[in-house]
């Protein structure tokens, strides 16, 4: 089966991914601030007992930080099974899902979270998902859950539902114009935050953006995700709109950016990832605007070829110890081998 | 001025953060302000949401107001964990679930300002929910036999209903 960043879902044109993550702890145990190394194995060791017992978790693959190196972490956070605060831990272990939609993390910053992925606009999903192997999790554990504050969680932001929920987008249209940071301020007003996936605030590489919830106190998970996927519709109506105005004012300079793009990518025989990351951009928005095709029956997922080409993947792919001049050498590579041919 | 942050080198690094339309101006020294991610806009791993920091911020801004008195607040202590009321808000997160209660009275206008709520509105963990509920009325079921079988002067019963009722109250106790 394909995985969610390798298929596309509903309004692919714009939203990559859904994304539900919720924040647990047990009762039992200090918080992670707090955790000795001692107490943090203790609490993996029981946990990782407890919900190896589960139903849910039969198919799932399960890993410890004791047997993985550098690279296998990094890979896994490349692909978003595991959080970059997970990756910064010493003592830490997990299950995934066998097509990694879903991902239990055992001492994140707090002693649970579950994640869930699901492709394209499909919230409600992503969050059934997670819900379930939440009411699993729950069913073989003490939660820490006060009647008055929820879930409690390690940082005063997370505490209530311990859920926060967002939606990846792509959003080139919006970022040429730079439309960015109007919006993220518009919709701090909202209670959501607009960040940019890869790279800081004054850059960001490959146009993908993670709208999500700053609330989660006092909002129920339905409200979270109404409200959520209520703003992120209009920021993908604003994407539309200037896609639109952008192919029918100058479609000649759009669609000869987006066959140089694939000229580019098709013949380089060395990429760095900020090129790779903005030509894929120029790709996707051109196939999604159908300025250009492949002869697939299904629509071509570029998002995979995002994930491929990040660093600790390739070298995954490789062999771990490549130069920096080997990585963009491979990278131009991969994306030749694995960029289906447009017409 | 001090940092708000390591409360030991000089503020140098001043920035006014707006967040849900709540403005909270915050002062770093440079190395706190580099180790946040604050300097050029980049965005370290670590930096949190804005949220925490706006957390920090507002926790530190009515601390700065007491710090000078011998506040008594500054002795409270987390009996589980030990967190202590100066390192919560210099941090701005709990130690563990005990903290709530400890510190929890403390900044709930704080929590208040952050998420508009101090109330859990949404899924229940299981256990809870039964202890709230089920749990509940199950011994209000009890109560209302062992009233009943008392009234018949059917004795037996009676004990018999007042042990459930004790052995429930117990288990929910302890579980």
Redesign the interface.
């Known amino acids: 089966m394909l995985r969610w960043f390798e298929t596309n879902g509903k309004e692919s044109d714009v939203v990559i991914s859904s994304r539900v993550r919720l924040a647990r702890?047990v009762?039992k145990?200090?918080?992670s601030?707090?955790l000795t190394e001692n107490d943090a194995v203790k609490m993996i060791d029981e946990l990782s007992e407890a919900i190896n017992s589960l139903d849910i978790v039969k198919d799932y693959s399960s890993y410890n930080f004791k047997t993985l190196d550098e690279y296998q972490k990094q890979a896994m956070k490349e692909r978003h099974v595991i959080s970059?605060f997970l990756l910064?831990q010493k003592q830490a272990a997990g299950f995934v899902s066998k097509d990694e939609d879903i991902s239990i993390m055992l001492n994140e910053e707090d002693h649970i979270r579950i994640q869930a992925y699901a492709p394209g606009m499909d919230m409600e999903k992503a969050f059934e998902l997670a819900?379930k192997v939440?009411?699993a999790i729950?069913?073989v554990t003490?939660?820490?859950?006060?009647?008055?504050?929820?879930?409690?969680?390690?940082?005063?932001?997370n505490?209530?539902?311990g859920?926060r929920a967002s939606y990846m987008l792509h959003l080139p249209a919006l970022a040429g114009n730079n439309r960015i940071s109007g919006l993220a301020?518009e919709v701090?007003?909202f209670?959501l935050?607009l960040?940019s996936v890869y790279g800081?605030?004054?850059k960001n590489y490959g146009d993908i953006y993670k709208l999500s919830n700053?609330?989660?106190?006092?909002?129920?998970?339905k409200?979270i995700i109404d409200n959520l996927t209520h703003i992120a519709n209009q920021i993908i109506s604003q994407e539309r709109t200037l896609r639109k105005q952008y192919v029918l004012n100058k479609r000649l300079s759009a669609s000869d950016i987006a066959y140089r793009s694939y000229g580019v990518l098709r013949y380089a025989r060395k990429l760095s990832l900020n090129d790779a990351m903005l030509l894929l951009s120029q790709i996707r928005l051109g196939l999604a605007q159908g300025l250009i095709g492949t002869d697939m029956e299904n629509e071509f997922c570029v998002y995979q070829l995002m994930i491929g080409v990040m660093p600790a993947n390739l070298a995954l792919m490789n062999d771990s110890d490549m130069s920096p001049e080997e990585i963009e050498e491979y990278r131009a590579k991969f994306i030749r081998d694995n960029l289906p041919v447009i017409r | 001025m001090l940092c708000e942050n390591c409360n030991e080198n000089e503020a140098t690094f001043h920035y006014t953060e707006v967040v849900n339309g709540i403005m909270t101006q915050h002062h770093l020294c440079s190395e706190c302000a580099a180790k946040m991610g604050l300097t050029g806009f980049a965005e370290s791993p670590s930096a949190d949401f804005p949220f925490a920091r706006l957390l920090t911020g507002l926790l530190a801004a009515s601390n700065r107001s007491t710090q000078e008195q011998d506040n008594p607040m500054m002795n409270v202590k987390c009996p589980k964990c030990g967190m202590k009321y100066q390192e919560f808000i210099r941090i701005g997160k709990f130690g563990c679930a005990d903290c709530y209660d400890v510190f929890g009275p403390l900044i709930e206008d704080n929590i208040k300002k952050l998420h508009g709520s101090v109330e859990h509105k949404g899924k229940k963990s299981n256990k809870t929910a039964q202890h709230g509920n089920d749990l509940l009325d199950e011994i209000a079921v009890l109560n209302a036999k062992l009233k009943e079988a008392v009234e018949l002067e059917n004795f037996e019963d009676a004990a018999h209903y007042r042990d459930e009722i004790k052995k429930l109250k117990e288990g929910g106790g302890n579980a």
């Open positions: 702890n009762k145990y200090n918080f601030l707090k970059n910064g819900d939440d009411d729950d069913s003490d939660y820490a859950f006060d009647e008055k504050y929820g879930y409690l969680t390690t940082c005063p932001s505490v209530g539902t859920m301020s701090g007003r209670g935050v960040r800081d605030g004054s700053q609330i989660t106190l006092g909002v129920s998970e409200e």
